[in-house]
C-alpha cells in the first residue's frame, strides 16, 4: 500500500512540475500581446476581413446566443457588407422591415485607432454605412488573436452589440 501511495505521489509530480515551469514571465506577456496587438493593427488597417458574429447581445438584455443568431459583417477596401440579426426595440421603420440589419455600401469615415487604458489595450476600427432607410455606425474592437467585439449605433434602432471571430479576406489572384 505504502508503494503505491509514493507511486502516485511521484506521478502528480511528475505530471505538475513541468506544467508550472511552462508559465511565461511578464516580459514575454508584454512581447506577446504587442505582438498580437500589431497582427490586429495591420488587419484592420489592410480593410480585407470578415467578422463572424457568434453571440449577440441586446441593449437592456443577456446574450441571446441560445436562439442561434448568425451573422457575417465583410469589409473590402471601402466597401462594407453586412447581415446582422436584431433583438431590441425598433422606433420608426416602415412597415414589415423590422428584422436583422442589412447593409452593402461604401463606408465613410473609417479609422483605425489604438486604445491604451490602465491594463487594457485594444486596437478599434470604426465606420459609419448607409443601410435601407437607416444609417449604422459600427465599431470593431480587437485586442488581439482572432476574437473580436462589434458595437453598432442605428438612427432607428436601440444600440446591439454583438463578439465573434475575425480573419483576413482571402486573397484570389488571378492568373492569365
Not at 441571446?64 to 451573422?71: D, K, L, T, Y
Request: proline share 5%; with cysteine; glycine share 10%.
Amino acid at each position: 500500500m505504502k508503494r503505491l501511495h509514493w507511486f502516485l505521489w511521484g506521478a502528480l509530480l511528475a505530471v505538475a512540475l513541468p506544467a508550472g515551469a511552462q508559465k511565461l514571465s511578464k516580459e514575454e506577456k508584454a512581447v506577446r500581446q504587442e505582438k498580437g496587438l500589431a497582427e490586429a493593427q495591420a488587419l484592420l488597417e489592410s480593410r480585407q476581413f470578415e467578422v463572424e458574429i457568434l453571440h449577440v447581445y441586446p441593449q437592456g438584455g443577456g446574450d441571446v446566443s441560445r436562439f442561434n443568431p448568425r451573422g457575417r459583417i465583410t469589409v473590402k477596401d471601402s466597401v462594407a457588407e453586412g447581415n446582422l440579426p436584431f433583438f431590441g426595440r425598433a422606433y420608426s421603420l416602415p412597415y414589415g422591415e423590422g428584422g436583422g440589419i442589412e447593409f452593402d455600401a461604401p463606408m465613410k469615415n473609417p479609422q483605425v485607432k489604438m486604445l491604451k487604458k490602465k491594463k487594457k489595450q485594444s486596437v478599434m476600427f470604426s465606420f459609419s454605412v448607409p443601410g435601407k432607410g437607416d444609417t449604422y455606425q459600427i465599431t470593431i474592437e480587437m485586442m488581439g488573436g482572432d476574437g473580436c467585439s462589434v458595437f453598432l449605433v442605428s438612427n432607428n434602432r436601440t444600440q446591439i452589440s454583438y463578439s465573434g471571430k475575425i480573419k483576413a479576406l482571402e486573397r484570389k489572384d488571378k492568373e492569365i
